[in-house]
């Protein structure tokens, strides 16, 4: 698959799949307990969480076609 096109289909499935998570995120974020300390601390890991998922699809994006079809020896 050429880099272009796996770029496209990255782009394609990440910025749907963000805007979902962020708002799956903040309704989550609604039914934590009222207490500023405890919605901080689930914001700032639900903020930090997307980024793992991202970074594959990222590597995905940037890895290189493999040169060869079949197996050599």
Known sequence: MSPRLKKLIGFTLFLPALILYFFAA?????????MQLLKAVYY????????????????????????????ER
């Open 26 to 34: 903040a309704a989550l974020g609604e039914l934590v307990p009222n």
């Open 44 to 71: 700032l890991a639900a903020g930090i969480a997307w980024a793992f998922p991202a970074r594959y699809l990222m590597q995905w994006m940037e890895r290189e076609p493999s040169k060869h079809k079949g197996l």
